[in-house]
């Protein structure tokens, strides 16, 4: 597992699967889902092979109306996923602005 830091979660996570859309600093965009959000991050599921500290752009899709909302998160940790499938990475990515405080409006009926 590689990671840049070992703090502590700052907010609660909520367990969701939204579908995201991830621009790295090569310009490529990559498909994932996330495994839980908090205000501060996520844990995204993905086949992106993304660079531990670097800035990406991420779209998260967050009803069925595919209302989306575009963010700059930070990649804090990654690694491989033992389970072969198509999400092939486990990513954590740190926002670089919170989440309102409620975040369970945010997430709609999602959780």
């Known amino acids: 597992m590689e990671t840049t830091n070992n703090n502590r979660r700052k907010h609660s996570r909520f367990p969701v699967a939204l579908a995201v859309e991830i621009k ?24 992106a092979d993304l660079q531990l500290g670097k800035g990406i752009d991420l779209k998260v899709v967050v009803d069925e109306y595919e209302t989306a909302r575009w963010h700059t998160a930070y990649v804090r940790r990654k690694e491989p996923r033992e389970v072969s499938s198509i999400w092939a990475n486990e990513v954590a990515i740190e926002f670089d602005h919170e989440f309102p405080d409620n975040v369970e409006f945010y997430l709609g009926s999602h959780h």
């Open 24 to 47: 790295g600093d090569d310009d490529r965009n990559w498909l994932g889902v996330t495994r839980d959000v908090s205000r501060s991050g996520a844990m995204l599921l993905t086949s």
